[in-house]
């Protein structure tokens, strides 16, 4: 990175908090997030992410991970549960959690979808 060796030392005597290690949250930074083996002037995205890159390796199924896709795949596995949850629930259900759980046992009726030519 030429941007480094140009401007790293001006960066950092500019952010002297940057050499601090103590996990500090400022308005929307969480420095437990930051990688304090990695100078800031040498690879400041590294720096900056790369403790939250270790606690959140690419898990082998994605070509990418985010924030966004954990939010997606917890609602993703939330949402399964409740299904799960309401075909297994004994007793009075609503008519509308009738039709939810029909729904999705027929959804999950990979022999009749099958066997319909679907």
């Not at 601090?20 to 040498?42: H, M």
């Not at 007793?91 to 729904?103: P, Q, S, W, Y």
Request: charged content about 30%; proline content about 4%; hydrophobic content about 35%.
């Amino acid at each position: 990175n030429p941007w480094a060796t140009a401007t790293g030392d001006m960066f950092a005597q500019m952010c002297q908090v940057c050499e601090e290690t103590e996990a500090v949250d400022v308005k929307g930074l969480s420095r437990g997030n930051f990688d304090f083996d990695v100078k800031p002037k040498d690879n400041f995205f590294l720096y900056s992410n790369g403790g939250w890159m270790k606690k959140n390796p690419i898990p082998a199924e994605y070509p990418s991970w985010n924030t966004f896709m954990t939010l997606h795949v917890k609602s993703q596995e939330d949402l399964r549960d409740l299904l799960k949850e309401l075909t297994e629930k004994a007793g009075d259900l609503t008519d509308e959690e009738k039709k939810v759980a029909a729904f999705y046992a027929a959804a999950l009726d990979e022999e009749q979808i099958e066997s319909d030519g679907m």
